[in-house]
């Protein structure tokens, strides 16, 4: 029989009035059915269009909460309905027909229905408005109202991912009236969804707190509310979840994890990432241009050892661009460990030694700039020195930038000319579990590779057979030849090594035994929209 035990009113008021005021807050939360997520990104903006929700992956957990989309992913990423009550692609792939829930309502009140969805796909097909995130809404033509609870999206050609974009983060259906309020430049401070948990305040930056939703067409949500508090720093996380005063965090750093396991108050949930972790090389550079030079680099470096040592076994070297639970990942061959056969390649192209054993060719240094993270990616400063240190044993000299977190991604979406690295760490997370989607973001040619990148082919790769392959695998008719070009594809990616290919993540979260139904998604997210507190 488990003991219950009370504070009498005197000596309850007593306890409150020595604690600071966030501790009073955090105290009645705990007693409340209130969910506290400690997050190590803070939640900024929360529209799925103007930039999407950040930061990242901050805002797209609490959107999580706060919307609904047309279909869902499950617990293994397979695509299910939630507003939709069925959809089914058009055998030509250019059109879904979707059949909604009834009487579903906005949390303001105004109804979801083929209206509200015909406004949301016209807003986030407009780039002006939806700014990121265009592969996955560029193919879309239009949205046609067959009557209340059906409608008909349309693309411009065969388009098989489109289930998958409306099961993306960005497939969020925000409440068009709450839109006309707030416009455009004022919802993302204040979202409308028709989500399980409702808005009841909001600190951009520090903390957002839900609350549930008594409307929601679905199960009525697990805890009265959820609390979305932002703690950057790891130790601080763990000292919160250790001593109660949060219920849930994200991004445990696993050297720390056996000091979790050790509590038998907390539960550490962890899920393989769908994010392959690398350094992106910039093909622009002569020695980069020479597929040797890159396979070279990937002999040099102990990837499996990496995987192992660094974290803790918590993570996997690669076998193909793809993550293992990719949809379409295919096995297309292993990282290898092998310095003297490095320099033996190295050789053959041209690079010879110093009497320090540095290598240079025509009287060039051979000497790369690594851009690195602090605290983006997991372990992302250790391993780039790893890096480092294994490229000096084969006689390549390395110089780290170490560059802050928030600045970093402007850093590598420059333009060829102001392109300042020639290695620099990536993880790329395809959030609508699609390796096609991945892929294409990655490795697709630039239209321009003088400009900025289309998406994320920052290295500049280019190879027109993978295109083509590429284009078969979005919109061939049957399903197994789209899974035959992507297998293709990744074969000759890995084969042409645009990246120094590093590990692949687990994603690691730890939950008080007293909350259940926390989920950690192979993309990224913490997810507390099943969560309930006991």
């Not at 994320?456 to 280019?462: A, V």
């Amino acid at each position: 029989m488990k003991r219950r035990h009370f504070l009498t009113s005197a000596a309850g008021a007593a306890l409150l009035t020595t604690l600071p005021a966030g501790a009073i807050r955090a105290y009645a939360q705990s007693q409340s059915g209130v969910i506290i997520y400690g997050q190590s990104t803070a939640v900024l903006t929360l529209d799925p269009a103007h930039g999407a929700f950040t930061g990242y992956p901050g805002g797209y957990e609490a959107a999580l909460l706060i919307y609904d989309r047309l279909l869902d992913f499950d617990a293994d990423m397979k695509i299910v309905p939630q507003l939709a009550e069925s959809f089914a692609m058009s055998e030509d792939l250019q059109s879904c027909e979707v059949k909604l829930r009834s009487d579903v309502t906005f949390h303001d009140g105004s109804p979801c229905d083929a209206a509200a969805i015909k406004f949301n796909i016209e807003r986030m097909m407009n780039s002006e408005i939806n700014t990121t995130n265009r592969p996955l809404w560029n193919p879309i033509s239009g949205a046609e109202v067959v009557d209340e609870t059906t409608v008909v999206i349309r693309t411009s050609a065969p388009f098989a991912q489109l289930p998958n974009t409306l099961a993306h983060g960005s497939g969020a259906i925000v409440s068009p009236s709450a839109i006309e309020k707030f416009g455009e430049d004022g919802f993302a401070q204040n979202p409308v969804g028709a989500g399980p948990y409702m808005v009841e305040a909001f600190s951009a930056g520090q903390e957002m707190t839900l609350k549930a939703f008594e409307g929601y067409w679905g199960d009525k949500p697990g805890a009265s509310g959820v609390v979305f508090k932002f703690i950057a720093e790891p130790a601080t996380r763990i000292n919160a979840i250790t001593t109660g005063a949060v219920d849930v965090i994200d991004s445990v750093p696993v050297q720390l994890v056996s000091q979790l396991e050790g509590n038998a108050d907390v539960e550490v949930v962890r899920k393989p990432g769908l994010r392959p972790i690398g350094l992106a090389m910039n093909l622009t550079r002569p020695a980069l241009a020479d597929v040797k030079v890159r396979k070279a680099l990937n002999l040099a470096v102990p990837v499996a050892t990496i995987a192992e040592k660094v974290f803790f076994g918590f993570a996997k070297a690669p076998d193909s661009p793809l993550a293992f639970d990719a949809i379409g990942h295919k096995s297309v061959g292993e990282t290898v460990f092998d310095q003297e056969q490095a320099k033996a390649m190295l050789a053959e192209a041209g690079y010879t030694a110093d009497s320090s054993g540095m290598l240079a060719k025509d009287g060039a240094k051979l000497t790369l700039s690594l851009f690195a993270p602090e605290g983006l990616f997991p372990g992302d400063v250790s391993v780039a020195e790893i890096v480092a240190a294994s490229l000096k044993q084969v006689g390549v000299d390395v110089q780290i930038t170490k560059i802050e977190k928030g600045a970093y991604w402007d850093q590598l979406r420059q333009d060829k000319a102001n392109l300042g690295w020639d290695l620099a760490m990536f993880g790329f997370n395809p959030s609508n579990a699609s390796g096609t989607y991945h892929l294409a973001s990655l490795f697709k040619s630039n239209a321009d590779d003088e400009g900025k990148p289309d998406v994320w082919n920052i290295g500049r790769y280019s190879n027109p057979e993978v295109d083509k392959l590429l284009e078969t695998a979005d919109s061939a008719p049957v399903e197994d030849a789209r899974m035959e070009a992507l297998g293709k594809a990744q074969e000759l990616v890995w084969a042409d090594v645009p990246y120094l290919w590093l590990q692949i993540n687990e994603n690691v979260s730890a939950v008080r035994k007293q909350v259940t139904g926390v989920t950690v998604m192979s993309i990224v997210f913490t997810n507390l929209r099943n969560a309930a507190k006991s």
